[in-house]
């Protein structure tokens, strides 16, 4: 393979890339707003390298439930895929006499086919109306025919006993068929209130 090199010595010299760097651009594929509850938010995925999916004050309508996401093979006929995922969070209260830092066994898959959640032990995000949970999700190559589908997830919310929740998830959906769709929903009751927006990058 032939060595691509910048036309200038100094990065700030640059005035032009050689056509063979690709520059992986961003583009806002989608983009969903709530104006009612909604039960889920779903998406149609096609074939660029990454989606980014930035999710903003997704509020729930029920008090105590998990905010999560799972994936289609079927053009959404069935949100069942087998996820292999490991998950570490921290917490503080608004006390200031209660933290936690660790491994969240309670979140993990180990070829589950249910919803990949956010946040928490599992049914902690608050419904008061100042609380919400934002975050990013990137998937890899969701269209590959040979390789599994990795992903990384990056969440901040308010949990409903006041406290602050910053967690982190990766794994991958254990199928080498293209994924079809994605969808969010709270694992009880509708998303009250919220934006999505999905980027596709190559």
Do not use: C
Not at 107 to 117: E, M, P, S, V
Request: net charge negative; no cysteine; hydrophobic share 40%.
């Amino acid at each position: 393979m032939a060595l691509t090199k910048l036309n200038n010595n100094g990065i700030a010299g640059v005035t032009a890339l050689p056509s063979s760097i690709a520059l992986g651009d961003m583009t806002l594929v989608s983009a969903t707003t709530l104006s009612s509850a909604a039960s889920s938010i779903t998406f149609t995925l096609a074939d660029y390298k990454e989606y980014q999916f930035y999710f903003v004050n997704m509020h729930p309508a029920t008090d105590s439930v998990a905010f999560g996401f799972n994936v289609s093979i079927d053009n959404g006929s069935n949100y069942n895929v087998a996820k292999t995922t490991t998950n570490f969070d921290s917490a503080h209260n608004e006390a200031g006499n209660d933290t936690a830092f660790g491994y969240a066994a309670g979140r993990d898959l180990a070829q589950g086919t249910g919803d990949q959640i956010f946040m928490g032990a599992g049914a902690n995000l608050g419904a008061d109306n100042d609380q919400s949970i934002s975050g990013t999700l990137n998937l890899f190559n969701p269209s590959s025919t040979t390789f599994i589908k990795h992903f990384i997830g990056r969440s901040h919310g308010s949990e409903y006993r006041d406290q602050a929740w910053s967690s982190f998830v990766a794994g991958y959906a254990n199928t080498t068929s293209a994924l079809t769709n994605i969808k969010f929903q709270m694992s009880s009751g509708n998303i009250d209130a919220g934006t999505i927006l999905m980027y596709g990058i190559n």
